[in-house]
C-alpha cells in the first residue's frame, strides 16, 4: 500500500461566514491517499483508492442544509502514455451546523477494473470554495494478478468495521470496513483491525486447510513481538477473506511493520506481505520496550547455570558467528544478555513460533543428556548428543554390542567358517581364499536418517565404543561436513579385515540398517 499527503493552498471563499467564526485566515487542505489491489473472478484485477480529508483544513459554504465544503479530484490512469482511466468528480463533505463543527474527516472511496501490469495514477485535489489551482501527485500503481496461481491482496488496516445494514462501496463478508490509511498509530487506537484476501491457494496444495498468522514485527530488527500476534487455520478455498485483530495497546512509540504471512501445515512460508506504520504511545509498558524478552520463554529460565548449559547446547544448530557469541557468553556472569541471545536466536528462525521451537529444541537436549552422558561428560558435548541435536532423532538405530560376522561381504568373495584353519575354502562366485575364521566387531551403533536438509537420502553415522567404556565416538558418516574415514571399518574390527576389503557391517551401513 503507497501513501502520499497532499498539501494545497487555499483561502475561503465566504468571507462574511468565515470572518465570524474563524476570519479571513489561510488554509491548507491535507488529504491522506492510499490505494489496494484485488482480484475477483468474473471481473479481473482491480484496484480501490482511498482519501481522507481533514474537515478543518476545508472552506464551508453554506448550503440549504447546513455547511458543506467540496473538493474537486480529477483522477486518470495511463499505461505507456495511453490514457485507460479518466473520473472527474466533486465530493461533498458531510453536512455541519456550523462552520466551527469542522472537527473531523471524510473519506472517498473509489474502484477500478484494470489490467495487470505497472500503470501510472495522476490524482488532482482543488478545493472548489478556495482560490488556488489544482496540485497534482503521480504515484505508480502496480497489479499483478492471475486465475491459476496463488496470490494475496493488498493489507488494508481498518479503523471502522460493522455489519452491512445496506450494501455499498465498503461492504465485505457481511461487513462495512472502512479503511485506515495513515500510517500513523496514536496512542488513543488500542487495536489493529486488518482485512485481505487469499485467492487460489488451493492451487498450490492439496491440504484442507492453511494457517494464516498476523503480527507486529519491529522495522529495525525484524524482531517478531510474540504477545502481538494471530495464528487462525483457514479452509482451502478459492478464495478466502482474511480479517483479525491484534491488540497494540503496549506497542510503544517506534517503527513497525503488520505482517500477514500465510503457511501450511508443515510451516512453510507461502506468501505474506508487510504494511509499515509508525506507532506512538509514550506511555506504553516501558518493560517491554527496553526488555525484548519480558513474558517471553527465554524470561522464564533464571538459573544461570542452567542458561549456560542451553545457550551452549544451540552450537550444534548456530551458524559460525552464532557459535563465537555462544563460548564468549556462556564465560561471562550475568542472565540478561542471555536471555536475550536464547530469544533473539529462535525469533530468527521460527519468527512465527520461536516459543514452539525452542521447546522442542529442549527436549532434545534433556533427551540426550538423559540417554547419552557419561561420567563427567554431559550428553550434549558427546558425538551422539550433537548429531541428535543437529539432526534429530535417526529414523532408525541398530544397536550393536557384540556383532560376530563370520562371512565377508564385496569383491565376490565368501569366506566360510572351518575348524581347520589351514583349510582353504572355495566361493562359487569368486576366486579361491585363505580362510580367516569369525571377525568380532566392538560395540556399535548406527544411525540412518531418511532426509537431511541439504543433503541426499538415506545418510548414516556409525558410532563405536573403542574401550567398552560405554562411551561411544563418531566413526564415520556419509553425510556432507561429517567425519569420513576410509579404514573405519578395519579400525571397528581391530584390523581383521583386510585392507580395501569391506565386511558385514560396512554392508549394513550401505544398506542403513
Not at 25 to 33: D, S, W, Y
Not at 467 to 477: C, E, N, Q, T
Request: include cysteine; charged fraction near 25%; charge should be neutral.
Amino acid at each position: 500500500m503507497k501513501r502520499i499527503t497532499f498539501f494545497i493552498m487555499a483561502v475561503a471563499v465566504c468571507v462574511a461566514a468565515m470572518a465570524q467564526t474563524k476570519g479571513n485566515q489561510e488554509k491548507k487542505l491535507t488529504a491522506v491517499f492510499s490505494y489496494a489491489t484485488f482480484f475477483q473472478q468474473d471481473v479481473g484485477s482491480y484496484f480501490e483508492t482511498y482519501i481522507s480529508f481533514d474537515a478543518w483544513n476545508l472552506n464551508f459554504v453554506k448550503t440549504t442544509d447546513g455547511y458543506r465544503s467540496t473538493v474537486e479530484v480529477l483522477l486518470t490512469v495511463s499505461q505507456n502514455d495511453s490514457i485507460e482511466i479518466v473520473k472527474k468528480y466533486e465530493l461533498n463533505s458531510p453536512a455541519i451546523k456550523s462552520p466551527d463543527a469542522d472537527r473531523f474527516n471524510f473519506i472517498d472511496v473509489q474502484r477500478f477494473a484494470i489490467s495487470n501490469g505497472i500503470h501510472d495514477l495522476k490524482i488532482q485535489l482543488r478545493d472548489k470554495n478556495g482560490k488556488t489551482d489544482p496540485t497534482e501527485v503521480s504515484q505508480q500503481l502496480a497489479i499483478y494478478y492471475d486465475s491459476k496461481r496463488p496470490a494475496l491482496s493488498s493489507v488494508q488496516m481498518m479503523s471502522n468495521v460493522k455489519p452491512t445494514v445496506t450494501p455499498n462501496i465498503l461492504s465485505r463478508g457481511g461487513y462495512d470496513m472502512e479503511p485506515y490509511i495513515n500510517d500513523f498509530l496514536p496512542e488513543q487506537i488500542s487495536n489493529i483491525s486488518y482485512y485481505c484476501e487469499l485467492y487460489n491457494i488451493n492451487r498450490e496444495t492439496k491440504e484442507q486447510y492453511v494457517y494464516v498468522a498476523a503480527y507486529i514485527e519491529v522495522q529495525e530488527t525484524g524482531r517478531v513481538l510474540e504477545d502481538m500476534q494471530t495464528i487462525t487455520r483457514y479452509g482451502n478455498d478459492t478464495v478466502i477473506p482474511i480479517f483479525g485483530t491484534i491488540d497494540i495497546s503496549k506497542l510503544p512509540s517506534g517503527n513497525y511493520n503488520l505482517v500477514v504471512d500465510i503457511r501450511n501445515k508443515n510451516n512453510d512460508k507461502m506468501l505474506y506481505k508487510k504494511v509499515p506504520f509508525f506507532r506512538s504511545n509514550p506511555v506504553a509498558n516501558a518493560v517491554q520496550e527496553d526488555n525484548p524478552v519480558s513474558l517471553t520463554f527465554a524470561n522464564e529460565i533464571n538459573d544461570e547455570n542452567m542458561m549456560n548449559e542451553y545457550i551452549e547446547a544451540l552450537a550444534p544448530i548456530a551458524n559460525e558467528m552464532e557459535r563465537r557469541d555462544i563460548y564468549a557468553l556462556i564465560k561471562k556472569p550475568g542472565i540478561e544478555e542471555k536471555q536475550v541471545f536464547l530469544y533473539r536466536f529462535w525469533t530468527r528462525r521460527e519468527p512465527l513460533n520461536a516459543d514452539g521451537a525452542w521447546r522442542e529444541y529442549k527436549e532434545r537436549i534433556e533427551y540426550v543428556n538423559k540417554n547419552f552422558s557419561w561420567p563427567k561428560t554431559k550428553g550434549i558435548h558427546t558425538d551422539r548428543g550433537r548429531v541428535y541435536l543437529q539432526y534429530g532423532p535417526p529414523d532408525f538405530v541398530r544397536d550393536e554390542k557384540n556383532f560376530v560376522s563370520t562371512r565377508y561381504m564385496g569383491g565376490g568373495v565368501t569366506i566360510t567358517q572351518s575348524v581347520n584353519p589351514n583349510e582353504r575354502a572355495v566361493d562359487l562366485q569368486g576366486p579361491t581364499v585363505s580362510k580367516q575364521g569369525q571377525i568380532f566387531y566392538l560395540p556399535y551403533q548406527l544411525w540412518r536418517y531418511n532426509n537431511l536438509k541439504g543433503d541426499d537420502a538415506n545418510r548414516c553415522f556409525i558410532f563405536w565404543d573403542e574401550f567398552r567404556s560405554g562411551f561411544y565416538k563418531l566413526l564415520h558418516s556419509n553425510a556432507k561436513g561429517e567425519v569420513r574415514d576410509s579404514m573405519w571399518e578395519r579400525r571397528l574390527c581391530n584390523n581383521q579385515l583386510p585392507e580395501n576389503m569391506q565386511g558385514e557391517v560396512g554392508d549394513q551401513f550401505n544398506r542403513g540398517y
